[in-house]
C-alpha cells in the first residue's frame, strides 16, 4: 500500500473512531490511559491547564517526553506542534510518532500559514470551529478534525458551540441548489471541490473529534449525541480526584452514550471533578481557540 496519500492519513484516523485520546505527560499517565481503554494518547509536556497557568511560550514537548511515553504504550501516540512550526513538525515526525496535531494549545509561530501538511507521511490533527475552518484544514493535509473548545477550563460550553456551527452549515450545504453552491464555498473561504464533496457526504470527509472542556463522562456522551466520531480528553482526567476511574468512565461514556442508565452508573462516585474556568472570565487574548484562523 502505497504510504503517506491523503486517503491511507484519512483512513489511519477513521480507526479511532468512537474511542478517547487523552492528553499525558508521563509514561504512567500514558499507562493510565491505555489501561482505562484510551484509543490513543497525546504526549505533551504540559496539559492545557498547566500552560494557561504558567503563560508564556508554549512549545513543542522535549523529544526525551515523547519517547518515553511511546516506550510505554502500545496504543498509538500523537504529539503536539505549534502552528505554522513545520520544523518542530520535522522534528516529531522523525521521533515515529503515529500522528501529529498542529495545536493552537501550543503558542502558534507563523501568524499567516499553517504547515503545508501534504509534505508529511504522518497523519495531520488540526482544529477547528466552524465549516470553512476545518475544511481550509483538510485542504492542507489534515487528515482529522477537532473541535477547538476552550483548552484546561472544564468547561465544555465552546467545544458544543464548535460542533453544533459545523453540523449547522452541513445541513445548511446540503440544503442549497448546485448554483448556489460555488458562493457559500467563497463566503466560508473554504475550497470549492471540498464543500462539494461535504455536500454530497452530508459530512467532513475526514474524522471529527471533540476537544476542549471535556470533564466528565456526560460531557463525553454529550459531544456524541451532537455529532463527533470520538473524544479528546486533556486536563479534566489528570487535574481531578481519581483519574484512573474517570478515565475509564469517559471511555465507557464515549461506547455507550446513547445508554442513560449505563451513563449514570459509571457516573457515580468518580471523585473530585476538575475545577472549571467561566469563559466569559478569560480575556480575549488568552483565549485559546481564538487562536489559528
Same mark, same amino acid.
Given at each position: ?33 491505555? /489501561? ?31 519517547? $518515553? ?5 502500545? @496504543? ?14 520535522? +522534528? ?7 500522528? +501529529?496535531?498542529?495545536? /493552537? ?24 470551529? $466552524? ?43 446540503? $440544503?442549497?441548489?448546485? /448554483? ?27 474524522? $471529527? ?40 468512565? +469517559? ?14 452508573? @459509571?457516573?457515580? !462516585? ?19 481557540? !481564538?487562536?489559528?484562523?
Amino acid at each position: 500500500m502505497q504510504q503517506g496519500t491523503f486517503r491511507v492519513k484519512a483512513g489511519l484516523a477513521e480507526m479511532l473512531k468512537g474511542g478517547v485520546i487523552m492528553d499525558v505527560t508521563t509514561p504512567e499517565q500514558a499507562k493510565i490511559a491505555e /489501561e482505562a481503554g484510551a484509543c490513543a494518547v497525546m504526549a505533551l509536556e504540559r496539559v492545557p491547564a498547566d500552560i494557561r497557568a504558567a503563560g508564556g511560550v508554549a512549545r513543542m514537548a522535549d523529544p526525551t517526553i515523547i519517547l $518515553n511515553i511511546m516506550e510505554a504504550v502500545t @496504543i498509538p501516540v500523537m504529539a503536539k506542534g505549534r502552528i505554522g512550526h513545520f520544523v518542530e513538525a520535522q +522534528i516529531i515526525e522523525s521521533l515515529g510518532v503515529d500522528y +501529529i496535531d498542529e495545536s /493552537e494549545v501550543l503558542t502558534p509561530a507563523d501568524d499567516k500559514y499553517h504547515i503545508d501538511k501534504h509534505q508529511f507521511k504522518v497523519p495531520f490533527v488540526c482544529g477547528a470551529k $466552524n465549516l470553512g475552518e476545518a475544511l481550509r484544514r483538510i485542504g492542507e493535509g489534515a487528515a482529522m478534525i477537532r473541535t477547538k473548545g476552550e483548552p484546561g477550563t472544564g468547561n465544555v460550553v465552546e467545544a458544543v458551540k464548535h460542533i453544533r456551527m459545523v453540523m449547522s452549515e452541513i445541513r445548511q450545504l446540503q $440544503n442549497l441548489p448546485n /448554483e448556489e453552491v460555488s458562493a457559500f464555498a467563497k463566503n466560508i473561504a473554504a475550497p470549492l471541490e471540498l464543500v462539494m464533496e461535504v455536500k454530497k457526504l452530508g459530512r467532513l470527509p475526514v474524522v $471529527n473529534f471533540a476537544a476542549g472542556g471535556i470533564a466528565t463522562p456526560a460531557d463525553a456522551a454529550l459531544m456524541m449525541h451532537l455529532g463527533c466520531d470520538g473524544i479528546f480528553v486533556g486536563s479534566g482526567v489528570f487535574k481531578s480526584g481519581d483519574p484512573v476511574k474517570r478515565a475509564k468512565a +469517559i471511555v465507557a461514556a464515549t461506547t455507550y452514550y446513547n445508554d442513560p442508565k449505563i451513563l449514570a452508573e @459509571i457516573s457515580r !462516585d468518580l471523585g473530585e471533578a476538575m475545577v472549571g474556568i467561566e469563559i466569559s472570565t478569560i480575556a480575549d487574548h488568552e483565549r485559546m481557540q !481564538d487562536r489559528g484562523w
